[in-house]
Nanobody
């Protein structure tokens, strides 16, 4: 499975960004896709995940500000990020998990200026 992420960039505090991640290759119909992030010197943390059936899970720091969604026909997951804060600055990684394996995307930088 290959993951292609896009949509990162530089935005001012209070602004919005939308990340996309498309999976290709041997995709199982039952899977979980999502986003994690890692700031310099910190561990990689959960941002949000969404199962192929639609169940979502969010990290506490993004609840109410970020929304994850997916298009199963396109094997694509989206992360709508609103009310961005400087502490949201990190490299955002897309992840795909099925019953056999976990795959990570290459990461996309999100920088929020104050």
């Amino acid at each position: 499975v290959q993951l292609q992420a896009s949509g990162g960039g530089l935005v001012q505090a209070g602004g919005s960004l939308r990340l996309s991640c498309t999976a290709s290759g041997s995709i199982f119909s039952i899977n979980v896709m999502g986003w994690y992030r890692q700031a310099p010197g910190k561990q990689r943390d959960l941002v949000a995940t969404i199962a192929s059936g639609g169940i979502t899970n969010y990290g506490d720091s993004v609840k109410g500000r970020f929304t994850i969604s997916r298009d199963n026909a396109k094997n694509t997951v989206y992360l709508q990020m609103n009310s961005l804060r400087p502490e949201d600055t990190a490299v955002y990684y897309c992840r795909y998990t099925d019953r056999q394996n976990t795959y990570w995307g290459q990461g996309t930088q999100v920088t929020v200026s104050s």
